[in-house]
């Protein structure tokens, strides 16, 4: 079974960088099969989409919110994925999760969840 890891987040002031890591370990199809995302969930609020990148790591994906500051990839030989946040924002902070993606969604049938990573922007 396939796990996903998070790492990398911190407690930031606007306008600093952060670079998330997600890491999949274990067997399965999960990383070198599908397109992968960030997702985040602040307190309080639903989870939301953030950026995605396809199969070959050419194609991305971003919420308005965060294009142009953030910038997804992803290594394939090392089944891991990062998120390279820069010009934080208060408004960016969150528990943020990994997970197989399609068409912005979380892929159906995916519940094999992190522990996430915290990112905590302040003004």
């Known amino acids: 079974q396939v796990q996903l890891v998070e790492s990398g987040g911190g407690l930031v002031q606007a306008g600093d960088s952060l670079r998330l890591s997600c890491a999949a370990t274990g067997s399965g199809r999960t990383f070198g099969s599908f397109a992968m995302g960030w997702f985040r969930q602040a307190p309080g609020k639903d989870r939301e989409f953030v950026a995605a990148?396809?199969?070959?790591?050419?194609?991305?994906a971003y919420a308005d919110s965060v294009k142009g500051r953030f910038t997804i990839s992803r290594d394939n030989r090392r089944n891991t994925m990062y998120l390279q946040m820069n010009r934080l924002k208060p408004e960016d902070t969150a528990d943020y999760y990994c997970?197989?993606?399609?068409?912005?969604?979380?892929?159906?049938?995916?519940?094999?969840w992190g522990q996430g990573t915290q990112v905590t922007v302040s003004s």
């Open positions: 990148v396809d199969l070959s790591g050419r194609n991305s």
């Open positions: 997970a197989p993606v399609f068409n912005r969604e979380v892929r159906a049938g995916f519940n094999s």
